[in-house]
């Protein structure tokens, strides 16, 4: 019997280099989830060439029981987007979900 391969060590440092790796963009995210179940996640980028910065907010809102997600965004360009899904609940391997997008500058 073969031992076991390790390649999963050092895939971290690896995927700095070969993941979304760009000079001249500095590339942000953080994640983070509550006891509650609701998800949170924020990034942002900033290229050093035209010096913008753009960045987003996104909360995800889990009832397991219901099969139903509630998905909320929020960025930079102050529009709104919010998506209610439900999978699995109507037929198996299905998912319904509706998105609406509101841009409070143009309304």
């Known amino acids: 019997m073969a031992p076991p391969t390790y390649g999963d060590l ?12 760009h000079f001249g963009l500095f590339k942000l995210n953080c994640k983070a989830s509550t006891v509650g179940g609701v ?3 924020t990034g942002g980028t900033h290229s050093f060439d035209e010096g913008k910065v753009n960045g987003d907010l996104e909360t995800k809102y ?3 029981k ?3 997600t509630l998905t909320e965004k929020w960025n ?3 529009v709104l987007t919010t998506e209610v899904s439900c ?7 299905a998912k319904l979900a509706v998105e609406g ?5 143009s309304g």
């Open 10 to 21: 050092g895939k971290s440092a690896r995927d700095i280099f070969s993941k979304g790796y």
């Open 39 to 41: 998800d949170i996640s």
């Open 101 to 105: 997008v509101f841009n409070p500058d």
């Open 62 to 64: 889990k009832w397991p």
């Open 87 to 93: 999978q699995d609940k109507i037929a198996p391997g």
């Open 66 to 68: 219901y099969g139903v």
């Open 76 to 78: 930079t360009d102050n």
